[in-house]
């Protein structure tokens, strides 16, 4: 794909790429900007047909088809941000857990953390070394967002979710394991919070010496827990991935789902932006974590199967709730569902961007 | 079982009567009450005892056999209220649904709703004719309970969750086609939620006429709903099953999972009380909700699987938070996991009864 062959220098996408990092500053924008998580993804056609011919981890391991990934929705879109395609576990590969992506089960440990001898044996790798194909990957992208006036975030897990999966191996309801060692273990939960926060912190300022101006942190299983344990068990270590990841002087977005209950305490890890999902609303979010974060979020992915008036409807409220407040970035609460319709998301994008053009 | 001629009839449990009913008026006790949902459980070796020998279903329909579960936390633990062995989804079955239990799959509806014709063939069932072995389990129950001065709670599944079943038919992640039927078809959705409101609300009603002497509505899947989906679409249906359900003059427990961002929402549906999972600090929650309704919760289950000092600081925690305050009664803010030790929820039980002794 030469993406750089097809650019044309509308006004709008010339305004794109101040829009994003703009509004992770909290200062004034022409419009509203958007991006999706999992905006590169199975609802797209071109998507699929890569995935017919390569595995996930294939087409994240290869820096060409990462790049090429990454790509798919900003050809097919007028979204204000690229993310890098990637995936949150490659890290714990780099530290001597054994990764694979089972078709219809999702991602799965073989040999999952399950003594504390396991964790002091988990090694820390240099990001380089372990995890070049992402790098190379944002400098491959970069080089066509560049032409194209559109940023690149970066992403790594944070260390809770990363622990839920070296802990439990694969998808769990009640994460017992993860729950059992963190309540019963503090001192050996601790060093395992401390090599995963380090490790996913280095390697988000990796990304951004190869490139990315943005970094976000996906914390999708916080929400599982009580808002005092995330306080006292979890928050310090995510402080830590914010704090290493800040040295590389990018915006930092925070990402976490069924976080309604805990939000000032993810506000207190330092990062310039709180992702929220959609089982919050986003003026009761704001007010919580306060004027001096900006806000990511944060429609129902769910809306986007609806009809285009009501998904309209849905998009406006939010667009409304927030007014003309800087620092809001537009994004569903998760990623985009495989069954999105493409239209919608186009319609989607575009209809954010009028409706907030200021 | 003769549990009668087991009675021993020690101070504590002369009180325990009045202690659960006087929280959810929010009058003082003499300690905090406390009772477990699903405290009759696979957990319990007398219940797995029943378990290899019937189904659940089984179990919920043969009223002795309801009622034999309903009183093996009662004769084990020194809890505060039983809970009538039931389930949520024997209504829609009396609507025309078909309801099985498939062994590690859980509840599976064979002929889900999937048209606007479906909700309209939808027949509301008297509840004496459809549910009448949870009424008379009710009734057998009273009569043991009665000797050991323990009130019985009666339940039912809250319309949103109710609708999640009839129309995902089993377990959906992302409860898409029950959105898309809210979202897209409103006057469909309304008229389906109207009849599983008033079957619920008379399901209520029917418990507390043949002995329940409190009436919880479980909402185990609203907390997926956006908080202003909740208000708009599913709130005017919950407070119709608590307006049909207040008829019988007894305390309405309004329970749900995931609510953090939506608790002034359920408040407004009129219930005593509301039940509130892990995922919330109590205290805030109580902030939300306000004094003048009583609260029950919140122990994350998964708390009970801990060493028990782990256990017992989180229970500590949560009575802390609440002060003398009086109407807290104490729970898990879900149900009891089947890995939980008995000897574990033995010690809550006590512990909350100890530490809360004004």
Same mark, same amino acid.
């Given at each position: 794909?030469?993406?750089?062959?097809?650019?044309?220098?509308?006004?709008?996408?010339?305004?794109?790429?101040?829009?994003?990092?703009?509004?992770?500053?909290?200062?004034?924008?022409?419009?509203?900007?958007?991006?999706?998580?999992?905006?590169?993804?199975?609802?797209?056609?071109?998507?699929?047909?890569?995935?017919?011919?390569?595995?996930?981890?294939?087409?994240?391991?290869?820096?060409?088809?990462?790049?090429?990934?990454?790509?798919?929705?900003?050809?097919?879109?007028?979204?204000? $941000?690229? /993310?890098?395609?990637?995936?949150?576990? !490659? @890290?714990?590969?780099?530290? *001597?857990?054994? &990764? +694979?992506?089972? =078709?219809?089960?999702?991602?799965?440990?073989?040999?999952?953390?399950?003594?504390? $001898?396991? /964790?002091?044996?988990?090694?820390?790798? !240099? @990001?380089?070394?372990?995890? *070049?194909?992402? &790098? +190379?990957?944002? =400098?491959?992208?970069?080089?066509?967002?560049?032409?194209?006036?559109?940023?690149?975030?970066?992403?790594?897990?944070?260390?809770?979710?990363?622990?839920?999966?070296?802990?439990?191996?694969?998808?769990?309801?009640?994460?017992?394991?993860?729950?059992?060692?963190?309540?019963?273990?503090?001192?050996?939960?601790?060093?395992?919070?401390?090599?995963?926060?380090?490790?996913?912190?280095?390697?988000?300022?990796?990304?951004?010496?190869?490139?990315?101006?943005?970094?976000?942190?996906?914390?999708?299983?916080?929400?599982?827990?009580?808002?005092?344990?995330?306080?006292?068990?979890?928050?310090?270590?995510?402080?830590?991935?914010?704090?290493?990841?800040?040295?590389?002087?990018?915006?930092?977005?925070?990402?976490?789902?069924?976080?309604?209950?805990?939000?000032?305490?993810?506000?207190?890890?330092?990062?310039?932006?709180?992702?929220?999902?959609?089982?919050?609303?986003?003026?009761?979010?704001?007010?919580?974590?306060?004027?001096?974060?900006?806000?990511?979020?944060?429609?129902?992915?769910?809306?986007?199967?609806?009809?285009?008036?009501?998904?309209?409807?849905?998009?406006?409220?939010?667009?409304?709730?927030?007014?003309?407040?800087?620092?809001?970035?537009?994004?569903?609460?998760?990623?985009?569902?495989?069954?999105?319709?493409?239209?919608?998301?186009?319609?989607?994008?575009?209809?954010?961007?009028?409706?907030?053009?200021?």
């Amino acid at each position: 794909m030469d993406a750089v062959g097809a650019v044309s220098e509308s006004p709008s996408q010339l305004a794109v790429q101040g829009r994003f990092l703009r509004a992770c500053r909290r200062e004034p924008v022409d419009a509203t900007p958007i991006w999706l998580m999992r905006q590169a993804g199975r609802y797209m056609p071109e998507y699929r047909t890569l995935r017919e011919k390569y595995g996930i981890l294939d087409l994240v391991k290869t820096p060409e088809l990462a790049c090429a990934v990454t790509m798919q929705p900003i050809v097919a879109f007028d979204v204000d $941000a690229a /993310i890098i395609f990637a995936d949150i576990l !490659p @890290p714990l590969e780099g530290m *001597g857990l054994q &990764l +694979e992506f089972v =078709r219809g089960e999702g991602p799965v440990i073989r040999n999952p953390i399950r003594t504390v $001898a396991d /964790i002091d044996a988990l090694r820390p790798p !240099p @990001p380089e070394a372990a995890l *070049g194909f992402t &790098l +190379e990957a944002i =400098r491959l992208a970069r080089r066509e967002l560049d032409a194209r006036r559109v940023p690149l975030i970066g992403f790594a897990g944070a260390p809770f979710t990363l622990a839920c999966y070296a802990i439990e191996g694969g998808p769990s309801r009640h994460l017992v394991r993860v729950k059992q060692l963190m309540m019963n273990e503090p001192a050996a939960w601790d060093r395992l919070m401390t090599k995963l926060s380090t490790v996913a912190g280095e390697f988000l300022v990796a990304q951004a010496r190869a490139g990315a101006q943005a970094l976000q942190i996906f914390d999708s299983w916080c929400g599982e827990l009580a808002p005092r344990d995330y306080r006292h068990r979890v928050l310090p270590h995510v402080t830590r991935t914010v704090e290493i990841a800040r040295t590389a002087g990018v915006p930092i977005i925070l990402f976490g789902t069924g976080t309604a209950g805990m939000l000032t305490h993810l506000n207190t890890a330092g990062a310039d932006v709180i992702g929220v999902d959609w089982r919050v609303d986003i003026s009761d979010a704001w007010r919580q974590i306060g004027s001096d974060t900006a806000i990511q979020g944060n429609l129902d992915p769910v809306a986007l199967l609806a009809d285009w008036d009501e998904t309209r409807a849905r998009a406006k409220a939010i667009l409304d709730q927030v007014g003309n407040r800087p620092g809001h970035i537009f994004n569903l609460g998760h990623g985009v569902l495989p069954e999105t319709p493409v239209d919608q998301v186009r319609r989607l994008v575009d209809f954010v961007h009028e409706a907030s053009k200021r």
